[in-house]
Protein backbone atom coordinates (compact mmCIF):
# COMPACT_ATOMS: atom_id res chain seq x y z
CA UNK A 1 0.00 0.00 0.00
CA UNK A 2 1.52 3.46 -0.84
CA UNK A 3 2.27 5.77 1.44
CA UNK A 4 -0.38 8.35 -0.03
CA UNK A 5 -3.07 5.96 0.55
CA UNK A 6 -2.29 5.22 4.32
CA UNK A 7 -1.91 9.06 4.63
CA UNK A 8 -5.82 9.46 3.12
CA UNK A 9 -7.61 6.96 5.16
CA UNK A 10 -9.47 7.11 8.71
CA UNK A 11 -9.18 3.30 10.97
CA UNK A 12 -11.36 2.47 13.19
CA UNK A 13 -10.29 0.61 16.11
CA UNK A 14 -12.69 -1.66 18.12
CA UNK A 15 -12.78 -4.04 21.19
CA UNK A 16 -11.69 -7.91 19.46
CA UNK A 17 -14.38 -9.95 19.15
CA UNK A 18 -16.86 -7.21 17.99
CA UNK A 19 -19.15 -6.75 15.33
CA UNK A 20 -17.04 -8.51 11.94
CA UNK A 21 -15.93 -5.54 9.29
CA UNK A 22 -18.50 -6.74 6.96
CA UNK A 23 -19.07 -3.88 4.31
CA UNK A 24 -15.82 -2.27 5.67
CA UNK A 25 -14.00 -0.19 2.61
CA UNK A 26 -10.49 -1.30 2.34
CA UNK A 27 -8.31 1.31 1.92
CA UNK A 28 -6.20 -0.99 -0.84
CA UNK A 29 -9.19 -0.57 -3.27
CA UNK A 30 -8.67 2.84 -3.80
CA UNK A 31 -8.01 3.54 -7.20
CA UNK A 32 -4.45 2.58 -8.52
CA UNK A 33 -5.10 5.18 -12.12
CA UNK A 34 -4.86 8.26 -9.92
CA UNK A 35 -3.07 10.39 -12.83
CA UNK A 36 -0.53 11.67 -10.17
CA UNK A 37 2.09 8.56 -9.92
CA UNK A 38 4.98 10.71 -9.38
CA UNK A 39 7.10 9.91 -6.04
CA UNK A 40 7.61 13.39 -5.48
CA UNK A 41 4.23 14.11 -5.05
CA UNK A 42 3.81 16.22 -1.41
CA UNK A 43 1.08 15.58 1.06
CA UNK A 44 -2.00 18.17 0.84
CA UNK A 45 -3.30 20.18 -1.55
CA UNK A 46 -1.98 23.67 -0.25
CA UNK A 47 1.73 23.31 -1.63
CA UNK A 48 0.88 25.25 -5.24
CA UNK A 49 0.44 28.05 -3.37
CA UNK A 50 3.79 29.58 -3.60
CA UNK A 51 3.75 28.44 -6.84
CA UNK A 52 0.75 30.47 -8.07
CA UNK A 53 2.25 33.58 -6.19
CA UNK A 54 5.64 33.32 -7.97
CA UNK A 55 4.70 32.58 -11.34
CA UNK A 56 0.88 33.56 -11.97
CA UNK A 57 -0.22 36.84 -9.64
CA UNK A 58 1.56 39.19 -12.11
CA UNK A 59 -1.72 38.84 -14.31
CA UNK A 60 -3.88 36.84 -12.20
CA UNK A 61 -5.24 39.52 -9.43
CA UNK A 62 -3.49 42.81 -11.92
CA UNK A 63 -5.62 44.84 -12.44
CA UNK A 64 -3.74 46.26 -15.28
CA UNK A 65 -4.05 42.51 -17.15
CA UNK A 66 -7.92 42.76 -17.03
CA UNK A 67 -8.37 39.52 -19.13
CA UNK A 68 -6.57 37.36 -16.71
CA UNK A 69 -9.65 36.02 -14.56
CA UNK A 70 -9.15 37.21 -10.83
CA UNK A 71 -7.60 33.97 -8.27
CA UNK A 72 -11.08 34.07 -6.70
CA UNK A 73 -12.46 32.75 -10.70
CA UNK A 74 -9.62 30.04 -10.92
CA UNK A 75 -10.46 28.72 -7.52
CA UNK A 76 -14.03 27.59 -9.09
CA UNK A 77 -12.17 25.88 -11.40
CA UNK A 78 -11.71 22.03 -10.93
CA UNK A 79 -8.01 20.88 -11.02
CA UNK A 80 -8.18 19.48 -14.59
CA UNK A 81 -9.33 22.79 -16.34
CA UNK A 82 -6.38 24.49 -14.43
CA UNK A 83 -4.12 21.92 -15.32
CA UNK A 84 -5.03 21.43 -18.84
CA UNK A 85 -4.47 25.20 -18.86
CA UNK A 86 -1.07 25.09 -18.32
CA UNK A 87 -0.48 21.86 -20.56
CA UNK A 88 0.75 21.38 -24.06
CA UNK A 89 -1.72 23.23 -26.14
CA UNK A 90 -3.45 24.99 -23.17
CA UNK A 91 -4.17 28.74 -22.67
CA UNK A 92 -1.36 29.10 -20.57
CA UNK A 93 1.33 26.79 -21.93
CA UNK A 94 3.80 29.38 -22.10
CA UNK A 95 3.41 29.90 -18.51
CA UNK A 96 3.23 25.78 -17.62
CA UNK A 97 6.71 25.17 -19.49
CA UNK A 98 8.54 27.29 -17.17
CA UNK A 99 7.44 24.97 -14.96
CA UNK A 100 7.43 20.98 -13.99
CA UNK A 101 5.05 18.20 -14.18
CA UNK A 102 4.57 17.64 -10.45
CA UNK A 103 4.59 21.91 -9.84
CA UNK A 104 1.39 22.17 -12.97
CA UNK A 105 -0.18 19.76 -10.45
CA UNK A 106 0.46 21.27 -7.29
CA UNK A 107 -1.10 24.85 -8.59
CA UNK A 108 -3.96 23.03 -10.09
CA UNK A 109 -4.48 21.33 -7.34
CA UNK A 110 -4.22 24.39 -4.69
CA UNK A 111 -5.83 26.76 -6.52
CA UNK A 112 -9.23 24.06 -6.93
CA UNK A 113 -8.97 23.06 -3.47
CA UNK A 114 -9.51 19.12 -4.34
CA UNK A 115 -6.92 16.84 -6.22
CA UNK A 116 -6.64 15.73 -9.69
CA UNK A 117 -9.19 12.96 -10.67
CA UNK A 118 -10.92 13.20 -7.01
CA UNK A 119 -14.52 14.04 -8.69
CA UNK A 120 -14.79 11.07 -10.65
CA UNK A 121 -14.00 8.98 -7.81
CA UNK A 122 -14.97 10.40 -4.63
CA UNK A 123 -18.44 10.02 -5.01
CA UNK A 124 -20.15 7.38 -2.30
CA UNK A 125 -22.53 6.14 -5.91
CA UNK A 126 -19.13 5.35 -7.58
CA UNK A 127 -18.29 3.05 -4.09
CA UNK A 128 -18.50 -0.40 -3.29
CA UNK A 129 -19.40 -0.24 -0.25
CA UNK A 130 -22.32 1.74 -0.39
CA UNK A 131 -24.80 0.62 3.09
CA UNK A 132 -27.42 -0.93 1.74
CA UNK A 133 -29.99 0.40 4.18
CA UNK A 134 -30.90 3.66 5.39
CA UNK A 135 -32.43 3.65 7.92
CA UNK A 136 -33.75 6.91 9.88
CA UNK A 137 -31.54 9.08 11.71
CA UNK A 138 -32.20 8.55 15.61
CA UNK A 139 -32.39 11.13 18.16
CA UNK A 140 -28.61 11.35 19.40
CA UNK A 141 -29.87 12.53 23.16
CA UNK A 142 -28.12 10.07 25.42
CA UNK A 143 -26.62 7.67 22.73
CA UNK A 144 -22.51 7.26 23.15
CA UNK A 145 -21.10 10.31 20.75
CA UNK A 146 -18.59 12.17 20.07
CA UNK A 147 -20.21 15.69 18.40
CA UNK A 148 -17.41 18.76 16.63
CA UNK A 149 -14.44 19.23 18.41
CA UNK A 150 -15.00 19.19 22.02
CA UNK A 151 -17.83 16.32 23.56
CA UNK A 152 -18.87 19.77 25.29
CA UNK A 153 -19.26 23.80 24.71
CA UNK A 154 -16.13 24.30 26.77
CA UNK A 155 -13.81 22.93 24.37
CA UNK A 156 -12.94 19.87 26.97
CA UNK A 157 -11.05 16.79 25.10
CA UNK A 158 -12.83 14.32 28.25
CA UNK A 159 -15.16 12.52 27.94
CA UNK A 160 -16.66 10.24 30.04
CA UNK A 161 -16.74 6.79 30.98
CA UNK A 162 -20.49 6.21 30.81
CA UNK A 163 -20.19 8.20 27.48
CA UNK A 164 -17.36 6.41 25.95
CA UNK A 165 -17.77 3.04 27.26
CA UNK A 166 -14.55 2.03 27.23
CA UNK A 167 -12.33 1.61 30.20
CA UNK A 168 -8.65 2.10 30.63
CA UNK A 169 -7.81 -1.53 30.62
CA UNK A 170 -10.02 -2.04 27.45
CA UNK A 171 -6.99 0.20 25.27
CA UNK A 172 -4.50 -2.15 24.68
CA UNK A 173 -7.24 -4.53 23.39
CA UNK A 174 -8.77 -2.44 20.50
CA UNK A 175 -7.85 -3.69 16.98
CA UNK A 176 -8.54 -2.37 13.63
CA UNK A 177 -12.02 -2.59 12.91
CA UNK A 178 -12.55 -1.11 9.59
CA UNK A 179 -10.71 1.54 7.74
CA UNK A 180 -12.48 3.60 5.00
CA UNK A 181 -9.90 5.04 2.21
CA UNK A 182 -10.81 9.00 0.64
CA UNK A 183 -10.34 7.88 -3.25
CA UNK A 184 -7.73 10.60 -4.48
CA UNK A 185 -7.21 11.86 -1.13
CA UNK A 186 -3.74 13.23 -0.16
CA UNK A 187 -4.15 13.96 3.38
CA UNK A 188 -6.61 13.97 6.21
CA UNK A 189 -6.55 16.60 8.96
CA UNK A 190 -10.57 16.07 10.01
CA UNK A 191 -11.45 14.70 13.18
CA UNK A 192 -14.72 12.47 12.48
CA UNK A 193 -18.23 13.35 14.51
CA UNK A 194 -20.12 10.61 15.58
CA UNK A 195 -23.13 11.18 16.54
CA UNK A 196 -26.71 8.25 16.47
CA UNK A 197 -24.10 5.64 14.96
CA UNK A 198 -23.12 7.61 12.29
CA UNK A 199 -19.72 8.94 11.17
CA UNK A 200 -19.39 12.06 9.77
CA UNK A 201 -15.81 13.23 8.15
CA UNK A 202 -14.05 14.51 5.08
CA UNK A 203 -10.71 14.92 3.98
CA UNK A 204 -8.66 16.83 0.73
CA UNK A 205 -10.73 15.14 -1.84
CA UNK A 206 -13.67 17.79 -2.12
CA UNK A 207 -16.40 15.24 -0.67
CA UNK A 208 -18.00 14.85 2.90
CA UNK A 209 -19.28 11.55 3.86
CA UNK A 210 -21.47 9.68 6.35
CA UNK A 211 -20.58 6.45 7.23
CA UNK A 212 -21.96 3.84 9.16
CA UNK A 213 -20.02 4.10 12.54
CA UNK A 214 -20.23 0.20 12.86
CA UNK A 215 -19.39 -1.37 9.63
CA UNK A 216 -18.14 1.68 7.62
CA UNK A 217 -20.40 1.15 4.93
CA UNK A 218 -21.46 4.44 2.97
CA UNK A 219 -24.61 6.06 3.89
CA UNK A 220 -23.89 9.28 1.56
CA UNK A 221 -21.28 11.74 -0.22
CA UNK A 222 -21.89 15.65 -0.39
CA UNK A 223 -18.90 17.02 -2.78
CA UNK A 224 -18.23 20.59 -1.00
CA UNK A 225 -15.57 20.62 -4.34
CA UNK A 226 -12.71 21.71 -1.66
CA UNK A 227 -10.73 20.75 0.89
CA UNK A 228 -12.19 20.08 4.61
CA UNK A 229 -9.76 20.62 7.12
CA UNK A 230 -11.62 20.43 10.35
CA UNK A 231 -14.17 18.83 12.27
CA UNK A 232 -18.26 18.75 11.34
CA UNK A 233 -21.05 19.31 14.23
CA UNK A 234 -24.90 18.04 14.02
CA UNK A 235 -27.69 19.45 15.78
CA UNK A 236 -31.49 19.63 15.68
CA UNK A 237 -32.55 21.50 12.72
CA UNK A 238 -35.97 23.66 11.97
CA UNK A 239 -37.58 25.33 8.64
CA UNK A 240 -36.79 22.01 6.59
CA UNK A 241 -39.53 20.17 6.43
CA UNK A 242 -38.86 16.39 6.88
CA UNK A 243 -35.43 17.18 8.28
CA UNK A 244 -34.36 16.40 11.56
CA UNK A 245 -31.41 17.05 12.51
CA UNK A 246 -28.18 18.59 9.89
CA UNK A 247 -24.36 17.81 9.81
CA UNK A 248 -22.43 21.52 9.65
CA UNK A 249 -19.25 21.46 8.14
CA UNK A 250 -16.67 24.46 6.77
CA UNK A 251 -14.61 23.60 3.59
CA UNK A 252 -11.22 25.31 2.41
CA UNK A 253 -12.69 27.91 -0.02
CA UNK A 254 -14.61 29.77 3.07
CA UNK A 255 -18.22 28.21 2.71
CA UNK A 256 -19.74 26.54 5.09
CA UNK A 257 -22.60 23.66 4.75
CA UNK A 258 -26.10 22.67 6.69
CA UNK A 259 -26.58 18.98 5.08
CA UNK A 260 -29.61 16.52 5.93
CA UNK A 261 -27.99 13.62 8.10
CA UNK A 262 -29.97 11.62 6.19
CA UNK A 263 -28.87 11.93 2.85
CA UNK A 264 -26.41 14.85 2.54
CA UNK A 265 -29.31 17.05 1.10
CA UNK A 266 -28.01 20.50 1.08
CA UNK A 267 -30.13 23.01 3.27
CA UNK A 268 -28.02 25.87 2.64
CA UNK A 269 -24.23 26.85 1.86
CA UNK A 270 -22.75 30.31 3.05
CA UNK A 271 -19.65 31.89 1.62
CA UNK A 272 -18.33 33.80 4.70
CA UNK A 273 -15.07 35.69 3.74
CA UNK A 274 -14.45 37.21 0.67
CA UNK A 275 -10.84 37.11 0.59
CA UNK A 276 -9.40 34.69 -2.23
CA UNK A 277 -7.35 32.12 -0.10
CA UNK A 278 -9.60 32.12 3.37
CA UNK A 279 -10.72 28.85 3.84
CA UNK A 280 -11.69 27.05 7.55
CA UNK A 281 -9.50 24.78 9.02
CA UNK A 282 -11.10 23.80 12.64
CA UNK A 283 -14.60 23.04 13.32
CA UNK A 284 -17.45 25.48 13.94
CA UNK A 285 -19.41 25.64 17.37
CA UNK A 286 -23.17 24.99 17.74
CA UNK A 287 -24.66 26.57 20.59
CA UNK A 288 -28.11 27.83 20.79
CA UNK A 289 -28.91 28.20 17.50
CA UNK A 290 -25.62 29.29 16.69
CA UNK A 291 -22.78 28.37 14.67
CA UNK A 292 -19.58 29.67 15.50
CA UNK A 293 -17.65 29.22 12.89
CA UNK A 294 -13.82 30.42 13.14
CA UNK A 295 -12.33 31.73 9.31
CA UNK A 296 -8.35 31.64 8.91
CA UNK A 297 -6.57 31.75 5.36
CA UNK A 298 -3.26 30.55 3.41
CA UNK A 299 -1.67 33.50 2.95
CA UNK A 300 1.45 32.99 5.21
CA UNK A 301 2.51 30.16 2.98
CA UNK A 302 4.51 32.60 1.07
CA UNK A 303 3.99 35.94 2.60
CA UNK A 304 7.55 36.66 2.14
CA UNK A 305 7.50 36.38 -2.11
CA UNK A 306 8.49 39.58 -3.84
CA UNK A 307 5.86 39.29 -6.60
CA UNK A 308 2.84 38.78 -4.07
CA UNK A 309 1.21 42.14 -2.69
CA UNK A 310 1.22 40.94 0.58
CA UNK A 311 -0.61 40.80 3.01
CA UNK A 312 -4.27 41.42 3.21
CA UNK A 313 -6.90 38.15 4.15
CA UNK A 314 -7.67 38.80 8.26
CA UNK A 315 -8.90 35.88 10.42
CA UNK A 316 -12.58 36.11 12.36
CA UNK A 317 -15.09 34.20 13.99
CA UNK A 318 -18.43 34.46 12.25
CA UNK A 319 -21.72 33.62 13.52
CA UNK A 320 -24.53 31.95 11.45
CA UNK A 321 -28.52 31.39 12.21
CA UNK A 322 -27.60 27.63 12.25
CA UNK A 323 -31.75 27.06 11.08
CA UNK A 324 -31.21 29.61 7.71
CA UNK A 325 -27.22 30.37 7.37
CA UNK A 326 -28.01 34.04 8.20
CA UNK A 327 -24.89 35.80 9.04
CA UNK A 328 -25.83 37.63 12.28
CA UNK A 329 -21.98 39.01 13.45
CA UNK A 330 -18.46 38.80 12.22
CA UNK A 331 -15.81 39.52 14.82
CA UNK A 332 -12.63 40.62 12.87
CA UNK A 333 -9.53 39.86 15.08
CA UNK A 334 -7.98 42.67 13.44
CA UNK A 335 -11.01 45.52 12.96
CA UNK A 336 -8.54 47.48 10.76
CA UNK A 337 -8.82 47.20 6.89
CA UNK A 338 -5.53 46.56 5.48
CA UNK A 339 -3.97 49.81 3.40
CA UNK A 340 -0.98 49.63 1.29
CA UNK A 341 2.05 51.27 3.22
CA UNK A 342 5.26 50.43 0.84
CA UNK A 343 6.07 49.84 -2.46
CA UNK A 344 8.72 47.88 -3.60
CA UNK A 345 11.39 48.50 -6.00
CA UNK A 346 9.38 45.74 -8.28
CA UNK A 347 5.71 47.86 -7.97
CA UNK A 348 4.17 45.68 -5.49
CA UNK A 349 2.87 47.06 -2.99
CA UNK A 350 2.78 45.83 0.81
CA UNK A 351 -0.50 46.11 2.83
CA UNK A 352 -0.94 45.85 6.79
CA UNK A 353 -2.49 45.18 9.22
CA UNK A 354 -3.29 41.35 8.25
CA UNK A 355 -3.30 37.58 9.76
CA UNK A 356 -4.94 36.49 12.50
CA UNK A 357 -6.28 33.98 11.21
CA UNK A 358 -8.14 31.07 14.06
CA UNK A 359 -7.31 27.84 13.37
CA UNK A 360 -9.40 26.36 16.82
CA UNK A 361 -13.03 25.41 16.96
CA UNK A 362 -14.28 28.72 19.48
CA UNK A 363 -15.28 27.89 23.02
CA UNK A 364 -18.94 28.88 24.54
CA UNK A 365 -18.77 30.12 27.87
CA UNK A 366 -22.60 30.32 28.65
CA UNK A 367 -22.34 32.18 32.02
CA UNK A 368 -20.33 35.39 30.89
CA UNK A 369 -22.16 35.10 27.60
CA UNK A 370 -18.82 35.00 25.81
CA UNK A 371 -17.17 33.21 23.03
CA UNK A 372 -13.21 32.83 23.24
CA UNK A 373 -10.58 31.63 20.77
CA UNK A 374 -6.82 31.46 20.01
CA UNK A 375 -5.83 33.60 17.30
CA UNK A 376 -2.80 32.52 14.71
CA UNK A 377 0.48 35.07 13.09
CA UNK A 378 0.32 38.28 12.06
CA UNK A 379 1.53 38.27 8.18
CA UNK A 380 2.70 41.68 8.28
CA UNK A 381 4.90 43.29 10.68
CA UNK A 382 4.44 45.29 13.29
CA UNK A 383 2.01 42.05 15.02
CA UNK A 384 -1.24 43.71 15.57
CA UNK A 385 -1.49 42.78 19.71
CA UNK A 386 -4.70 40.63 18.94
CA UNK A 387 -2.61 38.35 16.85
CA UNK A 388 -0.93 35.44 18.37
CA UNK A 389 -3.37 35.80 21.03
CA UNK A 390 -6.52 35.06 22.46
CA UNK A 391 -10.03 36.99 22.39
CA UNK A 392 -13.12 37.06 23.99
CA UNK A 393 -16.26 38.51 22.20
CA UNK A 394 -20.11 38.76 23.00
CA UNK A 395 -21.95 36.00 21.96
CA UNK A 396 -24.93 37.82 20.64
CA UNK A 397 -23.08 40.31 19.00
CA UNK A 398 -19.24 39.53 18.23
CA UNK A 399 -18.14 42.82 20.19
CA UNK A 400 -14.54 42.62 21.31
CA UNK A 401 -14.98 42.09 25.42
CA UNK A 402 -11.55 41.99 26.63
CA UNK A 403 -7.95 43.52 25.37
CA UNK A 404 -5.69 40.17 24.93
CA UNK A 405 -2.32 39.71 25.67
CA UNK A 406 0.08 36.50 24.51
CA UNK A 407 1.05 34.47 27.59
CA UNK A 408 4.00 35.96 28.95
CA UNK A 409 6.39 33.46 28.39
CA UNK A 410 5.36 32.60 24.99
CA UNK A 411 7.29 34.28 21.61
CA UNK A 412 4.63 34.79 18.84
CA UNK A 413 5.96 34.58 15.18
CA UNK A 414 4.85 36.41 11.84
CA UNK A 415 5.23 35.38 8.25
CA UNK A 416 5.91 38.98 7.38
CA UNK A 417 7.63 39.72 4.54
CA UNK A 418 10.82 40.50 5.89
CA UNK A 419 11.81 43.86 4.18
CA UNK A 420 11.46 47.11 5.39
CA UNK A 421 12.09 49.35 3.16
CA UNK A 422 12.18 49.27 -0.92
CA UNK A 423 14.80 47.08 -2.22
CA UNK A 424 17.39 48.27 -4.95
CA UNK A 425 15.78 46.79 -8.34
CA UNK A 426 18.51 44.79 -9.44
CA UNK A 427 17.85 42.92 -6.34
CA UNK A 428 15.29 40.08 -7.39
CA UNK A 429 15.34 37.40 -5.13
CA UNK A 430 12.43 37.01 -2.91
CA UNK A 431 12.99 37.33 0.58
CA UNK A 432 13.29 34.11 2.96
CA UNK A 433 11.24 32.66 5.40
CA UNK A 434 14.30 32.19 7.30
CA UNK A 435 13.90 35.80 9.00
CA UNK A 436 10.36 36.25 8.14
CA UNK A 437 9.29 33.56 10.49
CA UNK A 438 11.20 34.89 13.41
CA UNK A 439 9.29 36.95 15.94
CA UNK A 440 8.64 40.63 15.23
CA UNK A 441 10.00 43.34 17.59
CA UNK A 442 6.79 44.26 18.86
CA UNK A 443 5.44 41.28 20.35
CA UNK A 444 9.08 40.41 21.61
CA UNK A 445 9.11 43.50 23.46
CA UNK A 446 5.28 42.70 24.97
CA UNK A 447 6.68 39.40 25.95
CA UNK A 448 9.07 40.56 27.18
CA UNK A 449 11.51 37.29 26.53
CA UNK A 450 13.47 38.41 23.52
CA UNK A 451 16.68 40.12 22.84
CA UNK A 452 18.59 42.58 20.67
CA UNK A 453 15.45 44.11 19.12
CA UNK A 454 16.87 46.31 16.49
CA UNK A 455 17.53 46.59 12.79
CA UNK A 456 18.13 42.48 12.83
CA UNK A 457 15.10 40.49 13.35
CA UNK A 458 15.14 39.54 17.01
CA UNK A 459 15.38 36.47 18.49
CA UNK A 460 13.37 35.02 21.17
CA UNK A 461 14.88 33.31 24.11
CA UNK A 462 12.28 31.27 24.78
CA UNK A 463 10.82 30.48 21.73
CA UNK A 464 8.35 27.78 21.59
CA UNK A 465 8.05 27.70 17.92
CA UNK A 466 10.88 26.03 14.95
CA UNK A 467 10.79 28.24 11.96
CA UNK A 468 9.21 26.09 9.22
CA UNK A 469 11.80 25.03 6.93
CA UNK A 470 11.65 26.61 3.37
C1 LIG B 1 1.37 37.08 -18.62
C2 LIG B 1 0.11 37.05 -17.90
C3 LIG B 1 -0.34 35.73 -17.32
C4 LIG B 1 0.38 34.88 -16.52
C5 LIG B 1 1.78 35.05 -15.97
C6 LIG B 1 -0.51 33.77 -16.22
N1 LIG B 1 -1.71 33.95 -16.84
FE1 LIG B 1 -3.29 32.66 -16.82
N2 LIG B 1 -4.35 33.88 -18.04
C7 LIG B 1 -3.90 35.10 -18.50
C8 LIG B 1 -4.92 35.66 -19.37
C9 LIG B 1 -4.85 37.00 -20.07
C10 LIG B 1 -5.98 34.73 -19.41
C11 LIG B 1 -7.26 34.81 -20.21
C12 LIG B 1 -6.98 34.22 -21.57
C13 LIG B 1 -8.17 34.27 -22.48
O1 LIG B 1 -9.30 34.27 -21.99
O2 LIG B 1 -7.94 34.26 -23.68
C14 LIG B 1 -5.58 33.62 -18.55
C15 LIG B 1 -6.37 32.49 -18.34
C16 LIG B 1 -6.04 31.48 -17.47
C17 LIG B 1 -6.88 30.35 -17.17
C18 LIG B 1 -8.26 30.08 -17.71
C19 LIG B 1 -8.21 29.03 -18.74
C20 LIG B 1 -9.63 28.64 -19.12
O3 LIG B 1 -9.86 27.44 -19.29
O4 LIG B 1 -10.50 29.52 -19.22
C21 LIG B 1 -6.22 29.59 -16.25
C22 LIG B 1 -6.70 28.30 -15.61
C23 LIG B 1 -4.96 30.24 -15.98
N3 LIG B 1 -4.88 31.37 -16.74
C24 LIG B 1 -4.03 29.77 -15.09
C25 LIG B 1 -2.77 30.36 -14.91
C26 LIG B 1 -1.79 29.85 -14.00
C27 LIG B 1 -2.00 28.65 -13.08
C28 LIG B 1 -0.71 30.66 -14.12
C29 LIG B 1 0.60 30.51 -13.40
C30 LIG B 1 1.33 29.30 -13.63
C31 LIG B 1 -1.02 31.68 -15.07
N4 LIG B 1 -2.29 31.47 -15.53
C32 LIG B 1 -0.16 32.70 -15.43
C33 LIG B 1 -2.70 35.71 -18.22
C34 LIG B 1 -1.66 35.13 -17.51
Not at 118 to 134: D, F, I, K, L, Y
Not at 438 to 448: D, L, T, V
Request: glycine share 10%.
Amino acid sequence: MSRRRILAAIGVAALIGAVTPAGAADPAAAPASHPDASPVRTPGTESGFALFQSHCTACHGNPAVERAPLPEALRTMPPERIYAALGAGGLMAAQGDTLTEPERRRIAEFMSGRPLGSATVGAASAMANQCTRNPTVQNPAGRPQWNGWSTDGSNRRFQPAAMARLAPRDVPQLKLKWAFGFPSGVSSNAEPTIVAGRLYVGSDNGYFYALDANTGCVYWSFETGSIIRGTSVVGPVSGHPTVRYAVYVGDGHANVYALDTQNGALLWKVHVDDHFVARITAGPRLYDGKLLVPVSSSEEFNAGTAVYPCCTSRGSVVALDANTGRQLWKAWVIPETPQPYLQQANGVWLYRPAGGGIWNTPTVDARRHAVYFGTGDATTAPSPPTTDAVMAVDLDTGKTLWPTRPPPTMCAWAAAPARTKARPARRTTAPTWTSATRPSSSICRMAGACSSPGRRPPTCSRSILTPAAH
